[in-house]
């Protein structure tokens, strides 16, 4: 834990310092217990900004390429993603994987708090795509609360076809926990939608995007 609160303060403290961000909403995420962080995704940084500015550590998947990549970079990329519990995932495996939601299922039966794109990958076009339901399987099976993140500007941080960052001012908007009847891993597909279409519209409300009816069709792990 002290290793996360340091890793999480600098990054924080980097983040804060270079790009002002406002964030609204920390007080809704739970003190203790379990808890799944449902953000929308435009950004490759998303989850380090995720994981910098959340009160408490939240495990994201992430390309097993950030634990190896060489050079101080790497070592840095690794020990923050180390400190703060991701899960590497080798690239072209599907986050929405059975094997990959029953490692986010061990976590929350631990107590402790996992974060998943519901749209499956980041949106490209800044549109919010219809959520997959791996998010709504967990909510079901765990009865864990489920905080929806709207995050605004983030995509600016890393314009197409450009590797350095560039600070730019974003948003994070964490919105009330959302709270589900804990059916275990045996509910229909029917009820893993409605809970998925329901976190979707919180994270709508939140993020303020135009969404789509249909899937984010692209399948790299972010």
């Not at 983040?15 to 379990?34: A, D, Q």
């Amino acid at each position: 834990m002290e290793l996360f609160d340091g890793i999480r303060w600098t990054t924080r403290g980097l983040i804060s310092g270079t790009c002002r961000p406002t964030v609204i909403g920390l007080e809704n995420v739970p003190k203790e217990g379990p808890f799944i962080v449902a953000p929308n995704h435009l950004s490759f940084l998303d989850s380090v900004i995720v994981q910098a500015l959340m009160p408490r550590p939240v495990a994201f998947f992430a390309k097993a390429e950030y634990f190896t990549t060489k050079g101080v970079k790497g070592r840095i990329m690794k020990s923050f993603f180390e400190a703060v519990g991701s899960i590497p995932v080798e690239r072209g495996e599907q986050a929405a994987s059975v094997q990959a939601l029953k490692t986010l299922l061990d976590i929350l039966e631990d107590g402790r708090g996992i974060g998943i794109y519901p749209e499956g990958t980041r949106s490209r076009d800044g549109i919010l795509y219809r959520g997959r339901t791996g998010v709504g399987w967990l909510a079901l099976t765990t009865g864990a609360p489920v905080i929806p993140v709207g995050l605004i500007g983030t995509e600016k941080l890393q314009p197409a076809g450009r590797n350095a960052v560039k600070p730019q001012h974003f948003t994070m908007k964490v919105g009330e926990p959302l709270y589900f009847d804990k059916t275990g891993p045996d509910h229909s597909l029917p009820a893993r939608r409605q809970v998925t279409d329901r976190i979707m519209d919180a994270i709508a409300e939140l993020s303020g995007q135009e969404r789509s009816a249909s899937y984010n069709q692209s399948k790299t792990v972010e």
